[in-house]
């Protein structure tokens, strides 16, 4: 089945404006898989460690969703951890941090409406909606 998530930037180091991404993603893909389809979205270098945690508000107490120490480990955990097992989250949401340093934070809900079956040729994940430009991973200007 395929779910619609929304992808909103809520945090980092040079974030400016709104971005908002809506995708459609196989509810059988991992977290990993996810990690890549929000750096496509928002066309970052993907050249950074990430997480992602559980949390009512993305400043709040996180439940993260790996516990390995090392970040081998970590990445090895995200790459088994599947969407489906995810979701729900009885109220609670979804955050992806990448970058510890610059701490780019994207809160991800899923979609109330029901996961719909794979239309033919589609290829999944797929961005369906881009609100506002994709944030400077790297601006060329001090702040």
Not at 15 to 30: K, P, T
Not at 90 to 105: A, I, S
Request: aromatic share 14%; with cysteine; proline share 6%.
């Amino acid at each position: 089945m395929i779910l619609t998530l929304t992808i909103e930037c809520v945090f980092g180091a040079y974030f400016r404006n709104e971005c908002v991404r809506v995708l459609e993603i196989d509810e059988r893909a991992s977290l990993y898989r996810l990690h890549k389809a929000i750096q496509s979205a928002v066309k970052f270098d993907d050249d950074h460690p990430f997480a992602f945690y559980i949390a009512n508000r993305w400043r709040g107490r996180k439940q993260w969703l790996a516990e390995s120490e090392s970040w081998e480990g970590q990445e090895a955990e995200f790459r088994r951890i599947r969407l489906k097992d995810v979701f729900p989250l009885g109220g609670k949401k979804l955050h992806y941090l990448f970058d510890f340093g610059d701490d780019w934070t994207f809160e991800v809900r899923r979609s109330r409406q029901r996961p719909k079956e794979p239309q033919a040729g589609v290829k999944y994940p797929r961005v369906i909606e881009r609100i506002g430009p994709d944030p400077e991973q790297y601006p060329d200007e001090d702040f």
